[in-house]
């Protein structure tokens, strides 16, 4: 999920939680699905991603304090 503006004061920020279920193609449950969050540097922290049963789960509209990562694998592909 990526949102495109002028910066905004945090307050002005709409409070929003997305879930994007596991991926399907044509019908059919990808096998061996991989998911990774990138939080470009420069970019303010207002939002956060959390794998939770197969789904990604973003909540945007509040700060994220002292992001250590600016990647992380949320799904990693089995081998």
Not at 7 to 14: F, G, N, Q, S
Not at 62 to 79: G, H, N, S, Y
Request: zero cysteines; proline letters at 10%; aromatic letters at 6%.
């Amino acid at each position: 999920m990526e949102v495109y503006g002028r910066r905004r004061p945090v307050a002005d920020i709409p409070k929003v939680t997305v879930t994007f279920g596991p991926p399907v193609v044509n019908g059919k449950a990808v096998k061996n699905p991989s998911a990774e969050a990138i939080y470009p540097k420069g970019v303010p922290d207002y939002a956060d991603t959390v794998a939770k049963d197969g789904s990604l789960v973003v909540t945007a509209g509040k700060p994220v304090e002292r992001r250590e990562k600016r990647r992380a694998t949320l799904i990693e592909a089995t081998k």
